[in-house]
């Protein structure tokens, strides 16, 4: 069966310091992979998704960066952390004719 | 420009009744999927229900169903004989077809509370 990690579940990091925020997925083949940010009382939205190893596709202009550099592992970073970039992160994955399967996803708080 | 949009932010629902949330969307495409998800205060997001646009019937799963009108564009899950764990965050989600993947979008979200 398919299952998704993400690590880690909480982290709390200064402004101005780096990020990188893992993603794995097991038991499937070339997923498409995706990570959504939720930000306090608001929906998910969509930040990156990846169709392949090395290919990303971002949905929002920010301080954020994505890669693929596995066909099942997907980082989300940042060089420099914003206040703004607090938030619940959560990585996902999907193929052909099916939902969207995601992970525990990461409480972020920048202090 | 693809959207979702759930109008309530929060709703209540008596133990043992029936709830209906709403949800409308925005699209182009004559294929697509919709979804039902349910967040819990864990954040551990589940999928609720699916139902393929190019199907007619509302899809059904145990308690839960939509009323899915595709001229409408709209997605209504309707929770019936509500139960404490029902109380969650539900999203309504889309799936589009670009640049040859898939994109799901999601609305903001209403906040289930079920009173005893």
């Known amino acids: 069966s398919q299952t998704i990690h993400q690590w880690p579940a909480t982290l709390v990091q200064p402004v101005g310091s780096p990020l990188s925020l893992e993603c794995t997925v097991e038991?499937?083949?070339?997923?498409?992979l995706y990570w959504y940010r939720q930000a306090a009382g608001r929906g998910l939205q969509l930040l990156f998704y990846s169709v392949g190893i090395g290919q990303i596709s971002s949905e929002v202009p920010q301080n954020l960066s994505a890669s693929r550099p596995q066909d099942r592992q997907f980082i989300l970073s940042s060089k420099k952390l914003l206040l703004s970039d607090s938030g619940f992160y959560l990585c996902?994955?999907?193929?052909?004719?099916?939902?969207?399967?995601f992970g525990q996803g990461t409480r972020l708080t920048v202090v | 420009a693809q959207t979702v949009t759930q109008s309530q932010p929060e709703m209540s629902v008596q133990e043992a009744e029936t709830v209906t949330l709403s949800c409308t969307y925005d699209?182009?495409?004559?294929?697509?999927?919709l979804f039902w998800y349910k967040q819990p205060p864990s954040r551990q997001m589940i999928l609720v229900i699916r139902q393929e646009a190019y199907k007619q019937q509302n899809a059904t799963e145990n308690r839960f169903s939509v009323n899915f009108q595709k001229a409408a564009k709209s997605f209504s899950l309707k929770i019936s004989d509500s139960q404490l764990g029902d109380a969650a965050m539900y999203f309504c989600a889309y799936r589009i077809t670009t640049s040859g993947t898939y994109k799901y979008i999601f609305g903001t979200g209403t906040r289930l509370k079920v009173l005893a």
């Open positions: 996902a994955w999907s193929v052909r004719i099916r939902e969207a399967f």
């Open positions: 699209t182009s495409e004559s294929d697509y999927y």
């Open positions: 038991g499937t083949s070339n997923p498409n």
